[in-house]
């Protein structure tokens, strides 16, 4: 299928420039006999506009195509985490909606045949991917967009909510409730920078949102590399420092359900000893006791989006495109009502009660 980037050296023009005229941007200044030798070439070489692509998209221009979802996780550690299940199955109910032939690579210790990738018309890599991985992956793909993490730099399709964002308004909340000693536990992104055990982007924008509210204490930011007793054992860890945190705010609901846990056998009661949010809202949550604070993030929306991306890409589209979807805060029993909705309580007697 013809691309832009053929139109723009037919008529020796700029990608931007046809894109701007096939799109009737009324803004752009060009000559109208430039405007007509694009219009003209884009109808000689059978180019499909974009409203086109939408409607053959409409269409089926999925039916028959062959997708590999490459997977970061092996079988049972994703069993382990429901947030990554969403995504999968995000991945495969659209697979599934436009008849497309999907094929499943996950890890075994070595790289998956090139041949699997190579014979299929694209790649929906899910989780996180660095170096020679990533590499490998853009090599061997006809078409790749990454699912739940985009590689630095624009040339990659991606799909993925602002984690970042997310724990900014989380914090900058949890600060109006009157919390001053707030803890964080998570994990280390040992593979994009593994000098830097703190890179990994909820940890970071912690310690960097901490920092400048003049709040931060390294005492109450924990990381390690992720176990399935992770959660637990880092709780449990600062929970037993002099002067512990009064929220602590998790890294996923994983690591809240080991929270949850150590905060019980030590005794202490939720959200009055201490409070605690997290990130994902897997389906527990809202069935613990008490039900779990946490951010929403649209797991299978994610997958369902990273094929979209590949079908736009089957039909044409050639510039690279990232979309970041919206989060959620979903408040519940496991921290105090957001400040909005407790007007019977002063701000300083909030802080009295959560600062020390």
């Known amino acids: 299928m013809v691309t832009i980037k053929e139109i723009a050296a037919a008529v020796g023009v700029s990608s931007a420039t046809v894109s701007r005229v096939l799109n009737y941007d009324p803004t752009l200044s060009i000559s109208t006999r430039k405007r007509q030798a694009i219009i003209e070439t884009a109808e000689a070489l059978n180019y499909a506009t974009p409203r086109n692509r939408g409607r053959a998209a ?9 997708i590999a979802l490459v997977h ?7 069993l382990a985490d429901p947030y990554y299940v969403g995504v999968r199955l995000g991945i495969e109910s659209r697979c599934q909606a436009m ?4 094929v499943k690579v996950v890890p075994t210790g070595s790289p998956p045949e090139a041949a699997i990738l190579e014979g299929a018309s694209g790649v929906v ?5 660095y170096g020679e991985a990533l590499e490998w992956l853009r090599r061997h793909s006809r078409h790749l967009v990454f699912a739940d993490y985009a590689p630095a730099g624009d040339a990659d399709d991606s799909v993925l909510s602002d984690v970042a964002m997310a724990m ?23 593979f994009h920078e593994p000098e830097n055990i703190h890179s990994e982007r909820r940890c970071r924008t912690f310690i960097d949102w901490m920092v400048k509210a003049g ?4 005492e109450l930011c924990l990381v390690e590399r992720m176990t399935p007793d992770s959660g637990y054992a880092l709780t449990k860890a600062m929970l037993s420092k002099p002067n512990p945190p009064k929220v602590l705010i998790t890294c996923n609901d994983n690591m809240a359900l080991g929270a949850y846990r150590a905060i019980q056998e030590m005794g202490l009661r939720i959200p009055e000893d201490i409070a605690v949010a997290s990130f994902n809202d897997i389906p527990v949550a809202q069935f613990l006791g008490p039900p779990l604070s946490t951010v929403k993030i ?18 044409g589209r050639d510039v690279a495109k990232k979309v970041v979807l919206g989060t959620e ?10 400040v909005d909705r407790e007007p019977g309580r002063s701000m300083a007697a909030r802080e009295e009660l959560r600062s020390v």
């Open 72 to 78: 970061f996780l092996e079988p049972a550690q994703e």
């Open 298 to 315: 649209p797991a299978e929306l994610i997958g369902e989006t990273a094929v979209d991306l590949l079908l736009e890409r089957l039909s």
């Open 99 to 102: 008849k497309s032939e999907i």
């Open 125 to 129: 890599a899910v989780g996180h991917y």
């Open 329 to 338: 805060m979903v408040w519940r029993g496991s921290t105090p009502q957001p």
């Open 215 to 218: 709040l931060y204490d390294p």
């Open 58 to 66: 409409a269409q089926g221009v999925g039916a028959g195509q062959k």
């Open 168 to 190: 900014t308004r989380l914090l900058e909340a949890v600060h109006r409730m009157g919390y001053r000693r707030i803890g964080f536990i998570g994990w280390i992104d040992a």
